[in-house]
């Protein structure tokens, strides 16, 4: 069998093996599904070889743990928690824990492999894993939530580690998670080199061996995504309207950020209600909204007395005009009524998979362009490599330089995904797939299958 794909025009050849059965999964609606199936689309247009596809359809590793936590009220009370492993063919396991009371095992495997196909995308040398807890952060007091993440950092503590598998936050952790993560990580392991051992998750404050740039990092680098590809859209940043869904640390620092450049934010929504401004020509002032946040974890009360804004339903949010929507919120948000609630001319992914197949077609067939979560949201797991390579080293890079690596990286991908597109004329989704996987094909194809 010979590797046909190849968009830098390698094409190693190998021995075939016949593909794996069985190994999909069986739910169409789940979240893993739908990973799955861009995955085993963009295969099918590289014709990438059948084991690569098997293999990329399953996680090599997942984990489930359940393990006591004592409440303040001195209950224990028992909390189930994942780690998926899903691909290391590049580099260690990479990928965030999630706290939310809806986290699955399904949903991990999805996210995971979608970091496996976001660090080949960005080239980093990482693969994919996903992580959490199942869990309402928000009920639980601040000393409840120490002692979770160090209950269940303890329960993965031989299953992670600086070359091996290295966690980072995601919906519902913060800095501060990771802080603990970490510290619980250096006090549970024996070694003379320990504070090497603070690279075993990114992330974290500056106090505790964080990057300059990493928290901002995910909402920076959908910024550097948009200035490279609106003028294919013909959309000037300068005075572009734009909404948000998702006011949180993707959502908030990419409204902030590109609000900085001269869009102008018109819409806003959350998991409390949605707001956008009254006049077409008024914006909504980004930073001050992201204080209000912080201050209340939520865009509720920020419209009153506020004359230029109204609050609206959620249906009204969707159909207002802008040029750019950015799902940051969720997964698979935006179904196929919300895609034809939309009305924008490019939808860029700041969240893992907001959108349904089904609204995917749809918004192809309107003629959306839609821009890709592993590359949109890619600027948070490339400064991640970059805090993991300062704690290496142990040297501290300055915000310049952090931000001038991210742009690098970002916009070669973002080239990289404009380029395969137009080669194997396929939308931006599929093409970022495509560049993706050719990569995992040709380190498969170079190591050869163990033993
Ligand atoms: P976050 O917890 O900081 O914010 C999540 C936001 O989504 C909040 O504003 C919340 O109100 C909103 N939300 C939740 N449920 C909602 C609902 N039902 N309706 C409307 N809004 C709702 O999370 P985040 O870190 O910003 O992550 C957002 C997305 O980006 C997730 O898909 C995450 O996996 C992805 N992501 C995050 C990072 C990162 O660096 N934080 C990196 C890559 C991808």
Redesign the pocket.
Known sequence: MRYEGGILGVQPSFSGMPPAEGLEPKDRESLFAMAVEAVNRACEVLKAPEYVKAILGQPKNELIVNFPVQLDNGTYKLFKGYRIQHNNILGPYKG?I?YHPDMSLDDCKA?ATWMTMKCALMRLPFGGAKGGVKVNARELSASELMRLTRRFTAALADTIGPDYDIP?????TSSQIMDWMMDTYLNTHEGVTKQGLRSVVT?KSLACGGSEGREK??GQGIAYVLQELLPEFFIPIAGMRLSV????????HAAAILQGLGARLVGV????GALRTRAADGAIDAEDLARH?AGTR?IQGYAEGKTWLETVSAEDFYKTPVDVFIP????R?VTRPVAEWLNCRVLAE?????CTPEANALLRERNVGVLP?ILC?????TVSYMEWVQNKSGVRWELARVNAELKKTIVNAARRVRLAAHQYGVDMGTAAYVVAIDHLVKAYVQRGIFP
Request: hydrophobic share 40%; charged share 10%.
């Open positions: 965030g999630r996210l980072a936050p995601d919906v519902g992330g990092a995910t869904l998702g006011f949180g640390n993707v959502g908030g929504m959350d998991h409390t946040v939520s940051a919120a969720l997964e948000m700041g969240g893992n998979g907001p979560a949201n890619a600027g948070g797991v």
